[in-house]
């Protein structure tokens, strides 16, 4: 995830530049018996134990000539030292170099364990004052975390931290990533914040790192902001602006991913057909379905869409959605022909009965019961329906009648047969209802011929041809209701 190594960013912190020692000797040597007496006691003290015999720094030079040649010859500087070292008069501090700059030639021949034991047993000699050990431990803790024992580095760091240690964000970085590798956020987190707080200028390492951590703990505000910082310093990283819409989407801020995802849009981050379909659902969701139709039927016909049953049944539901029938009868047309139900067929009917397109819509509807959808009854009420717009109430009876066959559609196509049926029965009393009122009239006629005789004047008491069919008809009835009385 986060490994660890010894990069040439952080190799600077492994050089001693151990030259010091030879400063060292230089001065022990030169020294005569008079510089010796001017010596107070406090410069006494603080070189008491210091000092290092003729047999121990000749070696010892030996080795830091060998160490300083180019190139090093770092074999002849640890046999000469090793072999110093089995010396048994030698003194703390002679110990304590002799192991240092063995170290330093491990280091060299890539040997990190014999580096590390070198620098501890200089240390253990107990003959290193506290900036020595100050300068040699931050080297140990690395050197661990190179060999990925990364507890045991970064808790040699962070007790050199805390004894007065000044890190720079290199190595809180290391010390976050060695938490990181024993899965142990908690610890890992002030470090890698320090690491962020004092790198100048930050670093996409420093953002991924803290974000990975506040990810994992989840502490989503702090890593929407950090995300937000990083997005100001890169605004063309399309991971960073993704990561913030999925934050906001996880703070139930949809909206205000909505435009995120608009603003990588608009700024040409979205590519893929699961991104642009993502999007044109966004508008969908928020009641702009216009606006994401129209950028998914322009990303279909650029190809980075493709035309598949269920795209175009999303778009034809956007358009339909948005109230725009006419643009979503072709692309229900496409999906439809594709399909293996009728599903879409009967959304095609809905969208041609949405245009008083009643001959199509009935056409669809058809289509669908053929192909098979799950509740036909619906579509039979549709079917009778658009044949009642066209005036056609007797077949529109017959189809609401299949339609009440079925029991979640049967309440509503029984409420329509009685509709059209009371209809009727108000057309057949009215019909009634004028033949009464003209028979009166024809009746009124022949009462007036009658009661006139030959005497009428021309044009009064006359019987129109229509009152001479009427109640002629009348006649014929009540004649036949006679017949059928005594039979």
Known sequence: MFGTRL???SRWIHQLGLMVFAVLIAVVFAAGPADAQRRNK????????????????????????????????????????????????????????????????????????GTIRDWEASINTGALNQGEIDSLTPNIGQLYIAEEQYVKGATILEKWLRNGGKANDKIHLMIAQSWLQADEYRKALPHAEAAFRTANPKKKKHFDILNYIYHELKMPGKQAKLLEQEVSIWPDDKKVWKAIASLKQQA????????????????????????LLALAQYYSYYEVPFRGASILEREMNAGRVSKSRKNL????????????YDRAIPVLTAAANIASTG????????????????????KAFRKALEKGIKKPGNAYILIANSLYERNRPVQAIKEFKKAAQYPYSRKTANG???FINGQFEVDRKQAAFKFQVKLDECKNQADRKKRM???????????????????????????????????
Not at 60 to 76: F, M, W
Not at 313 to 324: G, P, V
Not at 457 to 463: A, F, K, Q, S, W
């Open 416 to 418: 329509w047969v009685r």
């Open 343 to 362: 599903s879409l067929y009967e959304r095609l009917g809905e969208a041609y009965y949405s245009e008083e397109q009643y001959d199509k819509a009935e």
């Open 42 to 113: 406090d410069d006494e003290q603080k070189t008491k134990g210091r000092v290092l015999s003729t047999m121990a720094g000749e070696a010892i030079i030996k080795a830091q000539e060998a160490l300083s040649a180019e190139p090093p010859d770092y074999a002849t500087t640890i046999s000469v030292l090793t072999k110093l070292l089995t010396k048994p008069k030698l003194s703390p501090y002679e110990r304590a170099i002799s192991y240092q700059i063995r170290g330093q030639a491990q280091y060299g021949t890539g040997n990190n364990m």
């Open 252 to 275: 139930n801020k949809s909206r205000e991913a909505f435009e995120v995802n608009k603003i990588m849009y608009l700024n040409g981050m979205l590519k893929s057909e699961r991104e």
């Open 453 to 487: 005789g030959a005497e009428f004047l021309e044009g009064v008491g006359e019987i129109s041809d229509e009152c001479k069919t009427i109640l002629a008809q009348e006649e014929d009835r009540v004649k036949k209701a006679k017949e059928k009385r005594k039979s």
């Open 7 to 9: 990069n040439d960013e």
């Open 313 to 324: 049944e999303l778009l034809a539901n956007m358009w339909r959605q948005a109230r725009e």
